[in-house]
């Protein structure tokens, strides 16, 4: 009763608790049902007569609620939506009715192109082979037709290459409410160009070379 009440604190004075208890009610089975991440918009297309604002608090109030009692379950905001998920504290229990591991649906090659498209963007597809060192036609196509990156224009030089970017089903697979919730950038020497920590490295070890030669 307590969660009720701390969850009815701040709603809108025109809604009394029993309407409170029927809106959350067709929110959680809205986002029970959909796949993907259901926007406010969309939940108020369904509550015609409820203001986005108590939709809002109402989806607060449901987060307070499963978060107090440690629910299995918890309603997460991602890619500007919400969508109803498993509380990552029993993912270890999950894993062992399903007997199975947690297993990577992208490779490798994938996943770094991911990466260098989410903190470079907009990039060509040039832009993306320097840094990664290999051909990546086949791994930027692949990922367009995931919807995981998208062209978002051209590059103003010769050519016009295409530019790409990541879409919201990006934010979506990862769980992320937007790229600034991305790791920070300088956590991955792999996204810079092929040869630069060479360089680098070269450049140091040259600087003590010559250390060594003028104190010897």
């Known amino acids: 009763m307590d969660n009720v009440e701390n969850a009815t604190a701040t709603q809108s004075p025109q809604v009394d608790e029993a309407q409170l208890h029927h809106i959350q009610g067709v929110i959680e089975a809205l986002l029970f049902t959909?796949?993907?991440?259901?926007?406010?918009?969309?939940?108020?297309?369904?509550?015609?007569?409820?203001?986005?604002?108590?939709?809002?608090?109402?989806?607060?109030?449901?987060?307070?609620?499963?978060?107090?009692?440690?629910?299995?379950?918890?309603?997460?905001?991602?890619?500007?939506?919400?969508?109803?998920?498993?509380?990552?504290?029993?993912?270890?229990?999950?894993?062992?009715?399903?007997?199975?591991?947690?297993k990577e649906k992208l490779s490798k090659p994938a996943l770094e192109t991911l990466a260098i498209v989410a903190y470079k963007q907009p990039v060509t597809r040039a832009d993306i082979e320097v840094i990664r060192g290999v051909n990546s036609d086949g791994v930027v196509i692949s990922?367009?037709?995931?919807?995981?990156?998208k062209i978002v224009g051209r590059k103003d030089i010769a050519g016009r290459p295409?530019?790409?970017?990541?879409?919201?089903?990006?934010?979506?697979?990862?769980?992320?409410?937007?790229?600034?919730?991305?790791?920070?950038?300088?956590?991955?020497?792999?996204?810079?160009?092929?040869?630069?920590?060479e360089d680098k490295e070269s450049s140091g070890n040259s600087s003590q070379q010559e250390v060594t030669k003028h104190e010897s």
Do not use: C, W
């Not at 990922?143 to 990156?149: H, T």
């Not at 990006?170 to 920590?197: I, Q």
């Open 143 to 149: 990922l367009i037709e995931k919807e995981l990156l």
């Open 34 to 102: 959909s796949e993907k991440a259901v926007t406010l918009e969309q939940i108020k297309n369904v509550l015609e007569a409820v203001s986005l604002e108590d939709i809002h608090q109402a989806i607060q109030g449901l987060q307070k609620i499963y978060e107090d009692r440690q629910s299995g379950i918890t309603i997460m905001e991602i890619a500007g939506g919400y969508q109803m998920l498993s509380n990552s504290k029993y993912a270890n229990y999950i894993r062992t009715f399903y007997k199975t591991k947690h």
């Open 162 to 197: 295409f530019l790409y970017g990541t879409t919201k089903q990006f934010l979506e697979y990862f769980g992320l409410k937007s790229l600034a919730g991305l790791p920070k950038l300088e956590d991955f020497k792999k996204l810079k160009p092929v040869g630069e920590e």
